[in-house]
Each structure stands twice: as C-alpha cells, then as structure tokens.
C-alpha cells in the first residue's frame, strides 16, 4: 500500500477516534476528573461506559488481527516483543495515571480537545510532545 494510502487510513481512523471522544464528551477533563473521584461525592460513572463501548469496537478488530501476518496497510503490528512486567513498565504506567488524574487528559483526548483552542490544551498537548521527545532522546541513548 502507498505512503498517502497509509496516511489517509491513519487519517480517517485518528478523525474517528477524536469524534468519539468528541461526542461522549471526553475531551471534557472535567467529566475524567469526576469518574476518576471515586470518593468526592460527585462520582461520574460514564467513562466506564465509554471505556466498555471501546473494548467492544477493539474486540472485532483484535480477533481479525490475529488471523493476518501483517496489517493490510503494510509494515508490522508494532505489538510489544516481551510480556514482562517490570519496573520500568509500572513506573511508566503510574506516571501516564498521575498525568491523567491531574491534568483528566490523556494523549488521545488532548489532541482532540486542540480544536477547543483553549491555552490549557495547548499546554498539555506542548508538555506531552516535549516529554515524548525527551523520552526518545533518552531512550535511544540507552539503547545505543
């Protein structure tokens, strides 16, 4: 498949993604924040709806991309090589959940929340790319 073919399915499947966290709302940290307050007293269980509407929209795809040797826009799956949970692994998991529960963004929300043009947006979806970059320097230099 063409690089423009590959970029319009990654296009079209990231405007999808950002339309569904348009429309249940979470672009909205404040509505995140709620459903991760289990104790405030304004407990908001609709993320755990939204979360259980993913699972079943992922469940078709996973079990297709079990049957195929490689995607069929070419390259590879990018799946992880190791299933070992360790230091690293949770560490990075507690620091992408402390993000969450401060800021009620994570990366896929945050990109959609930019078309709200808010400064606050900007400055998380800034912050997050400097982090990614960083993490990319520091890993490569690690690994080379």
């Known amino acids: 498949m063409s690089i423009l ?3 319009a399915v990654a296009l079209v499947a990231g405007a999808l993604f950002g339309f569904g966290l348009s429309v249940s709302d979470m672009v909205n940290p404040a509505r995140v924040l709620a459903f991760l307050n289990v104790t405030g007293g304004a407990w ?8 259980a509407g993913a699972i079943a929209a992922a469940i ?5 991309q079990r049957r195929l040797a490689r995607p069929l826009t070419g390259g590879d799956f990018g799946l992880p090589e190791t299933r070992k949970v360790d230091a690293r692994l949770v560490g990075g998991a507690a620091m992408f959940g402390l993000g969450w529960g401060l800021a009620g963004f994570c990366p896929g929300p945050a990109l959609a929340a930019l078309s709200l043009g808010t400064v606050e947006v900007a400055v998380f979806v800034a912050a997050m790319a400097a982090g990614m ?3 990319a320097f520091t890993a490569g230099r690690r690994a080379g």
Do not use: E, N, S, Y
């Not at 908001?44 to 979360?51: K, Q, R």
């Not at 078709?60 to 297709?64: D, F, S, T």
């Open 5 to 7: 073919a590959r970029l």
């Open 44 to 51: 908001d269980p609709t993320l755990a709806f939204v979360l």
């Open 60 to 64: 078709p795809g996973i079990l297709q």
């Open 133 to 135: 970059v960083l993490f």
